[in-house]
Each structure stands twice: as structure tokens, then as C-alpha cells.
């Protein structure tokens, strides 16, 4: 009984010494989790992660307008996208960094990315921010990058038309995320209706809030399917549509937006080659039937009259292409959002001159914004100097097919992944930005920091955690896009000022 008793004793005894031990152990494992990366001699230790194996990571998923663009039959456009291990020493980092922002730095082999900080303002001997305003960076020849669009507003009153801005762009400005808000501040102070361009089909009609789209009927032809689309009707709009029998489309003005409840002036541009017909209809009024000559030249169709609905049907005519409707005002302002979810921008530098001449005499541009960047960016990738002038040759060609309108270039905006268990910005959203700058630098147009306007370095951090952004840590969203465009028309504004405007 007593040997009984004993063996009882010492097999509790071995099992708690079992549980102490394995208490222990977590407790040593959990305090290896805790120590922080440490370097010398250029070596560095390996963060200790016991769930890496299990967890999931935000930057390994395939998040919506997040791939990488290739566009097939136009390699062309994307040569020498240039690796981590490159150095460009022809192109020299010429600039001084600003507080409390991120450097690039180039050394033999590859490059650094450090935090600095440094007592001036200056980039390219060009002021980035006066106070809380991010300013216009412009490297135009004789500091006029932004005249047109001044002239513009100055005159708006005599002007016969509102003053128009473009915004072209990839899946960070869908569904008028940034511009509907740059949209209706502006209208608030400039005057203006309605919400300028819209598509003819949208695969996502109830994701834009500031225009309820819906119709049927047409066949989408786009510049992410180059091999079928006919580049002779391309328009800056990057898209075209042919209807199939009885399409239609239908727009209706919302109360959620400011000024995009109605509008005075409802078009239609398209392209018929052969004689046809179109029918509109405005409000609750009767269609009405306009008879269309054919032409291979681009055309248009007008309703005036104040309303909140505009409707377009169009018959299957071969050789018919619909670049899209405009819904505006006959004065004050407006800004069209044309975004194309994956896409770079690199094709419009095969933009027809002619179709842009063209398209210029019915909606002409007073300024075009380029908001590209997102589908470029690789967080491996810190060398971007072939986009660059890439991008350059882009923006030379636009200032040549619009060379009444001025261009502006914006930056990419700030993006995190993360790294040792936490999210930071990717040190590639730098590198970029840089490499952006530098192409409105060569081009000699207007630069805007659209990530030192997210706040620069961990900018996105605090947009996601007031739910300004999605948790994809990439892209803004409605909330965001007002932050956003505030900073934008704030710089716009600080710019009208000087002029008195």
C-alpha cells in the first residue's frame, strides 16, 4: 500500500516538473519573440515569429485593383523596369530631403533606405510645404505650369463654358474616390453642377456615390485588352464603347454629393462611321431623335435645360463607338475622374493627336492631373528611373496633343506593408515618388506630393486607423478621398491666392 502510494506521489511529481517545463519554455520562446533585430559588421538577426507559418499577411492577398498592369502586344511600354540591384548614375539625386521623410540612398551594390531629418524645406530648390500646404512643385521653364488653368478661373465668367479639369488615374481614384470632393469644393466656391464624365457601362454601377448609372447593352473596349481595341478611336478616355441591339444608359444626380444632384447641359460623344440615329431624354420629357451623318470624325450631342436624369439608347449601327457621357453645368467648374482600375498610363503615350484635337473642341481642358503609380510600384523594386522617363515622354506627348492645357503630375500615395509584425510604409512609395517628380521635373511640368500630403512616412497608418482607408493598407477610401481632395484644393487654392483669385 505504501509502495502504491509512493509511485503515485512520484508520478505527480514528474508531471508537474512536465507542465513547469513546458511553462518555461513558452515563456522563453515568448521573450525570444520580443527581442529586436540586431546588426553588426553588416550582418543582422532574424525577427522570431512562432506564427508565421499560420498567418496571414495583408500584402499576400489578391486585393481588389491591386496587379500588376501588362499590357499584351505593348511590351514596349513596360522595358527595363529596372531591379533592386541596379544603380542609375546617370541619373543623380540632385535634391535636398525635407523633415522628417524618408531617404533613397545609392551605394555600389544597391540601396539604403533611412530615416533623416534635416532643417530645410527645399526639393530641387523648389519649397514643398508653406506651413500646412503642400505646395505645387513647378518645374515649368518660366514657373507657368499652372497659367491656363489660372487664366481660366480668372476669366470663368466670360469664359462661355465651366472650367475643366481631368484626372486620370488608376484604381486609388475608382469610382471618383478624391475627385468627386475636389469636384464639389471647388463648385462651392467657383460655381458649377454636375459631375462631367461618366462611362457608358460600369461593371460596378453602385460603387461611385456621386452618379446612379445603370443601362445595358454595350460592349467595353478597353486599353487593359489592347489586341481589341481599334487605337485609331482611342481617346484620353483610354476606352470606348459599341452598342449592341437597343442599348441604353441612364444617369441620375444624387443628394449625396454636393452640386451632383442635377445639371444644366447633358452630352453624348461618340464616333458613326455611318449614317444613324441617336435618342435622348432628359428628366421626365419625351426622347428625342437626332438623325447623325456619318463621319470618321468624333461628335456630339447636347440637351440644355436643368435636370436630374439624362438617358441615351442607340441602335446596333456598325462602325458606332461611344466615348461616353459629360454632365455639366454652362458655367463654373467641373472635374471628370477617368480611372482605369490596373492600369499604369504608359499607352497614352500613343494618344492619336488628331482624336485629341478633336475631342478638344467639344471638352477642352483647362488642366489634366495624372494619378498614376499603384500598379508600377513593387515592394522589391527601388530603381524606377526607366518609368521615369517613360513617364516623361508620356507627359511631352500630352502637352503636344493639348497644348493649351496644363499638366499636372501628382505622386504616388503612401502604401504599407509589414514588416517585424507591424505595418510601415514600403520603402518603394519613396523611391517612386522620387522618380515621379523627376519625370515633372524633365517634362518641365507641375509636381504634387500626394504622399507627403498623406502625412509622409506611416501617412497610410493614420488614414486606416480613422477608416480612411481599406485594410489592404493601399488604397483610400470615400472618408479617405474627402481628406485627400482637401489637401489638394487647399494647394489650389493657396496657388489662386497668389494670383488674387
Not at 496587379?67 to 544603380?87: F, P, R, T, Y
Not at 472635374?335 to 477642352?364: F, H, K, W
Request: proline share 4%.
Amino acid at each position: 500500500m505504501k509502495n502504491k502510494k509512493q509511485g503515485n506521489n512520484s508520478s505527480k511529481y514528474k508531471d508537474g516538473h512536465v507542465v513547469a517545463l513546458l511553462v518555461l519554455s513558452l515563456v522563453f520562446l515568448f521573450l525570444l519573440t520580443q527581442l529586436p533585430v540586431l546588426e553588426w559588421g553588416g550582418f543582422a538577426t532574424k525577427p522570431v515569429d512562432l506564427f508565421s507559418d499560420i498567418r496571414v499577411d495583408e500584402q499576400d492577398l489578391d486585393l481588389p485593383g491591386d496587379a500588376e498592369w501588362q499590357e499584351e502586344g505593348m511590351e514596349w511600354l513596360n522595358e527595363g523596369v529596372d531591379s533592386l540591384s541596379s544603380v542609375e548614375k546617370d541619373e543623380p539625386q540632385d535634391r535636398q530631403v525635407v523633415p522628417d521623410t524618408i531617404r533613397v540612398q545609392e551605394t555600389a551594390d544597391t540601396l539604403l533606405v533611412t530615416n533623416i531629418s534635416s532643417d530645410t524645406a527645399e526639393v530641387g530648390n523648389l519649397p514643398r510645404r508653406d506651413g500646412d500646404v503642400v505646395l505645387f512643385e513647378d518645374f515649368s521653364p518660366g514657373k507657368n505650369g499652372l497659367s491656363h488653368l489660372l487664366s481660366s478661373l480668372k476669366e470663368r465668367a466670360s469664359l462661355g463654358r465651366p472650367v475643366r479639369l481631368a484626372f486620370l488615374g488608376d484604381s486609388f481614384i475608382e469610382a471618383d474616390i478624391f475627385t468627386q470632393d475636389v469636384r464639389s469644393l471647388l463648385q462651392s466656391r467657383y460655381g458649377g453642377s454636375g459631375v462631367g464624365y461618366v462611362s457608358m457601362h460600369s461593371d460596378f454601377p453602385g460603387f461611385r456615390r456621386s452618379v446612379i448609372q445603370s443601362g445595358e447593352g454595350w460592349e467595353v473596349h478597353s486599353v487593359l485588352k489592347p489586341k481589341e481595341v481599334d487605337w485609331k478611336v482611342m481617346t484620353l478616355q483610354q476606352q470606348y464603347f459599341v452598342p449592341l441591339e437597343g442599348a441604353t444608359a441612364q444617369y441620375r444626380g444624387t443628394a449625396k454629393i454636393e452640386h451632383a444632384d442635377s445639371w444644366a447641359l447633358s452630352r453624348f460623344v461618340f464616333i458613326a462611321r455611318q449614317d444613324c440615329s441617336v435618342e435622348l431624354k432628359i428628366a421626365d420629357g419625351e426622347w428625342q431623335v437626332f438623325p447623325v451623318a456619318g463621319s470618321h470624325e468624333i461628335q456630339s450631342l447636347a440637351v440644355e435645360g436643368q435636370t436630374p436624369r439624362f438617358q441615351v439608347r442607340v441602335g446596333n449601327t456598325p462602325g458606332f463607338a461611344a466615348i461616353g457621357v459629360w454632365l455639366d453645368d454652362v458655367q463654373g467648374i467641373t472635374v471628370d475622374n477617368i480611372s482605369t482600375r490596373g492600369y499604369s498610363g504608359l499607352s497614352l503615350g500613343a494618344l492619336s493627336r488628331e482624336r485629341a484635337v478633336q475631342m478638344d473642341s467639344i471638352v477642352p481642358y483647362d488642366a489634366i492631373v495624372l494619378q498614376y503609380g499603384l500598379n508600377v510600384m513593387t515592394p522589391e523594386i527601388l530603381h524606377y528611373g526607366s518609368y521615369a522617363r517613360k513617364m516623361t515622354e508620356v507627359v511631352r506627348h500630352l502637352r503636344e496633343c493639348y497644348p493649351h492645357t496644363d499638366i499636372i503630375l501628382m505622386g504616388v500615395g503612401d502604401r504599407s506593408r509589414k514588416a517585424n509584425g507591424a505595418f510601415v510604409t514600403m520603402p518603394a512609395v519613396v523611391a517612386l515618388s522620387e522618380a515621379q517628380r523627376r519625370a515633372a521635373r524633365s517634362a518641365g511640368v507641375v509636381f504634387w506630393d500626394t504622399y507627403e500630403a498623406m502625412g509622409g512616412h506611416n501617412g497610410m497608418l493614420d488614414f486606416v486607423a480613422n477608416g480612411q482607408a481599406n485594410k489592404d493598407y493601399t488604397h483610400i477610401n470615400h472618408k479617405g478621398g474627402k481628406r485627400l481632395a482637401t489637401e489638394f484644393v487647399k494647394s489650389l487654392e493657396y496657388e489662386m491666392n497668389r494670383e488674387g483669385l
